[in-house]
């Protein structure tokens, strides 16, 4: 017999049943329209009350990587995947002892990891990030030397291209005394002169890449790599073999697809490191919210309990991602305009087959000499993209992203259909 949670429930399931005519959505701390309901919150091109109105000549925009995709998964399952939080749950600063972290939700990512044989984790530390995104300047401050140290060195970081631009808009915005934004791994690899052995490089290495979705390794001899395993999971890439890296850095807003929650976690082996990130956590934001923490516990439990049976969460994004790429490649399979990455099939280990690669983002190429701002090409058939300029990848390629709601990639696939049928035999 429920009591005290009666009234929250019926809130979240009013909210719930309110109709946006499936092109929207409403949220407990949504608007509240002039009836006194929660206003629906619309996909891109959606309007009115309802969401039931598509604007006609919208741009399709797959911009971002909002990975809406696997909203309908979770909606589907709202009982597996809703979590109560009491009004007193966890209200202190300390859970744990001074690291900050549910001991339990430590113990399931490592269960995820061992189910999903992504990663190896055993013998080594995991630390929680607001995102992955506060994990990476968290690692190149605990992996550059310290600012008191006598050694002058700085830490170099640099990645190659195409590369996540965070990593390099954010080492800048951030930069310390002891490290900074040294560009692309293929400049220094070919340099003449091998750098200074006191000069210590820092690699983003990114593998599934993006915006690529290449497998990728380390260039530098040498560096400290962190490797960026956001889309290692079977929604987005063939899991040939668990990765065993030193510095291994995994999100839940590309696992589970939750990216408003903010929670991402690094696998660490050297205990230093470890130390020493756990510190910056400190100092920085006092750990991850607990809130968070509880609700990716139950979303990590519900993942986990359905790994390799019907409905797990892997088969529904790798089902819809490849369905996805199965209709834009065929579009653009008549073009001699455009062309998308090549990735070959590839050996699962998850799947225990050989599949189709199903990358998260499309990286167009515009093949005409005319067309050098590629993006501006897309833009002016109502495709709204991601220039390959911020992936320091030039303006030839541009980046489309596969992963957001179904209703932006319909707009997407209209869009690049009526574009490449413009295109003359
Ligand atoms: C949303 C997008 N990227 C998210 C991302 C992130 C962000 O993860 P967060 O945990 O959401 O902060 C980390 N690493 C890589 C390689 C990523 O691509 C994007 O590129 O549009």
Known sequence: LLTWTHDAAAEAEAV???????????FLDGLIASDGRPSCECNTCYRG?????????????????DPLFLEPYWQQH???????????????YRTNGDNFISLQLETHLRLLHEAVGNAVTDGK??????????????????????????????SNVVASAPYY?????????????????????????????????????????TSPNNPDGTLKRPVLPGSTVIHDHAYYW????????????????????????????????????????????????????MGVSRDTQLRVLKLVKVIIAKVKKQDDIFDFGYTTLSERWSKLNKILSS??????QKLPPQYCSYFNKIRDPSPAFGWVKCEREEDRDCAAVLLKAGIISRTGIIFEAGSRYTRLSLIKTEDDMDLLLQRFESLVSQEEP
């Open 165 to 205: 631009p965070m990593y390099k808009a954010q080492t800048a915005l951030l930069d310390g005394r002891e490290f900074e934004w040294e560009g692309l791994t293929s400049d220094w690899a070919n340099a003449s002169s091998s750098p200074s052995p006191s000069t210590n490089f820092i690699e983003f290495v």
């Open 49 to 65: 009350r309802d969401c039931s109105l598509l604007l006609p000549d919208c741009a399709a925009d797959a911009d971002s990587g």
């Open 78 to 92: 709202a009982a597996l995947s809703a979590v109560v939080v009491s009004g007193w749950h966890r209200m202190s």
């Open 125 to 154: 530390f995991i630390v929680f990030g607001s995102g992955s995104t506060q994990l990476f300047n968290a690692l190149i401050r605990s992996l550059s030397p310290d600012n008191d140290s006598s050694s002058s060195s700085l």
């Open 234 to 285: 079977p929604h987005y890439s063939a899991i040939p073999a668990p990765s065993e890296e030193d510095i291994m850095v995994f999100t839940d807003s590309k696992l589970s697809g939750h990216a408003s929650s903010r929670f991402g976690w690094a696998v660490i082996k050297d205990e230093g490191v470890y130390r020493k990130l756990n510190r910056y956590l400190k100092l920085n934001s």
């Open 335 to 340: 073009s001699t305009r455009f062309s998308l």
């Open 16 to 26: 719930a049943a309110v109709n946006c005519s499936g092109h929207g959505r409403a």
